[in-house]
């Protein structure tokens, strides 16, 4: 972000929290203000601020960099503990983000090479961008002030896994080893991090913010919104009359008397098969705020580069996994062009809400 750039980005954000004081009859004079603004006072209370991401949504990631790259945030945030990375190549990317160079081939490890490949690769460009933005965000700072990026992926070595019973351990762990290094890294240190992960791994009642809660870290918890197909509930219609990026929170406000099934579906089974365990969950009890990111038709994704499997040694790791994983992936489509238009997730009938 250039200087200039910088200084607009600033303007913007003291626009929009100056209209809100002023009370100028905007929906987005409703909300708390920017995430940069969200974020930086939830610190103070706060030792753990978790950003639940929509996967691949390019709207949620420039949101992300506009808060990055707030030249206010240094300082008030020390780590930043991501999904997107495989703990095994922690001192590498430490290396990186500090400056050092570290051959391509080496950095895509990080994102290439988690639990979740080929399920997910993470090759879209917003998890190799946010790499190189921390990295550039550090060149400005003093040391002491500079972001770490902790990888709170299993340390998973693709090398040595050769069977399904050999991956499962490692899938099983996702959410206490993140756990674990949130607790080693940062809380035990007496630091405050991001956490920067799927939604489903961030709530209120997830395995992470609860191990975290429990040593005393209080966390604070935005979701990023995207409504369902069909809109369910009219969440998309309601989030409508806010301007996009606003933060809305859940305590006392009729976002966190929303149904959480409706846009939280959370599967498990029952007797009679499958049932949404967040059907009549309010809200509230799952988040302290939303982050809505703007229309479903107006939403973006960012897509894979196809020309990247055609490097054969990748695509035969990737088919590799597949059959570790049992072939659930159609990896074919990895090598077309995918359309960047967002497409709801659809409900099936059993997790619906009446």
């Avoid at 809380?187 to 791994?201: F, N, Q, S, V």
């Avoid at 703007?294 to 196809?306: C, K, V």
Wanted: with cysteine; proline share 6%.
């Amino acid at each position: 972000m250039t200087h200039h750039d910088r200084r607009r980005f600033i303007a913007a954000s003291a626009a929009g929290v100056a209209a809100s004081l002023l009370g100028t009859p905007t929906a987005a004079a409703t909300t708390r203000g920017d995430l940069a603004d969200v974020v930086r006072t939830a610190f103070r209370k706060h030792r753990l601020v978790a950003i639940g991401e929509v996967h691949g949504l390019q709207d949620h990631h420039d949101a992300l960099m506009a808060l990055l790259t707030d030249p206010r945030l240094p300082g008030v945030v020390d780590d930043v503990v991501v999904e997107f990375g495989n703990a095994r190549h922690q001192a590498m990317v430490d290396r990186f983000i500090a400056g050092m160079p570290v051959e391509n081939a080496e950095l895509r490890k990080a994102w290439r090479d988690t639990t979740q490949s080929p399920l997910g690769t993470w090759d879209a460009p917003v998890y190799e961008r946010f790499f190189h933005t921390i990295r550039a965000i550090n060149q400005t700072l003093p040391a002491a002030r500079r972001i770490r990026v902790l990888l709170g992926d299993p340390p998973i070595d693709w090398s040595a896994v050769t069977s399904r019973e050999e991956l499962t351990p490692f899938l099983v762990r996702r959410d206490s080893h993140a756990a674990s290094v949130v607790e080693k890294e940062v809380i035990r240190k007496g630091r405050r991090a991001l956490i920067c992960y799927g939604t489903g791994h961030v709530l209120r009642t997830s395995a992470i913010v609860s191990a975290a809660e429990k040593l005393g870290a209080k966390t604070y918890v935005i979701a990023g919104l995207a409504p369902l197909a069909g809109d369910p509930g009219g969440l998309g219609k309601r989030l409508s009359r806010y301007e996009r990026r606003s933060v809305i929170p859940a305590l006392g406000t009729w976002l966190g008397r929303f149904d959480a099934g409706m846009v939280l579906p959370t599967p498990v089974k029952s007797p009679s098969g499958m049932s949404n365990k967040n059907c009549g969950v309010p809200l509230r009890f799952l988040i302290d705020a939303g982050l809505y990111l703007g229309d479903a038709n107006e939403l973006t994704m960012s897509r894979e580069n196809p020309a990247i499997y055609l490097d054969e040694a990748y695509w035969e790791e990737l088919q590799r996994r597949n059959t570790l994983y049992g072939g659930i992936v159609e990896l074919d489509g990895l090598r077309k062009e995918q359309s960047v238009r967002f497409t709801p997730q659809e409900l099936p009938g059993p997790l619906r809400c009446e």
